[in-house]
């Protein structure tokens, strides 16, 4: 994979429109305000990337154990920080792989 880490939602945004399809975005359900003051959730970034990319896994990372019911209902594999094993995440990764392997649809 080629990793690249973005600084708040907005970034995330342009440079997914930027560079293209990507296999997977890993993003935090709290984000940093952008430089033009607004503030995405990660629930803002799957809703934008799931327009464009609709066949793209959304990973979210959280604090908070509460917001799985709405992640899990928007399609999105959920973690939450502190109560998941590496394994869990390579699995995700893993089948990302496998999907791009595949060919996209």
Known sequence: FDVRV?????QTLEELNRIGHPV?????FGLKKGPDGNH????????A????YHDMPVIMLTGDGSLWERANG???QFLVKGHFATTDLK???????RKLEGGRT
């Open 6 to 10: 973005f600084d708040n939602g907005q």
């Open 24 to 28: 997977v975005l890993i993003t935090d």
């Open 40 to 47: 995405l959730t990660g629930f803002e970034i799957n809703d």
């Open 49 to 52: 990337v799931k327009a464009k």
């Open 74 to 76: 928007e399609g999105m």
């Open 91 to 97: 699995n995700i990764l893993d089948a990302a792989q």
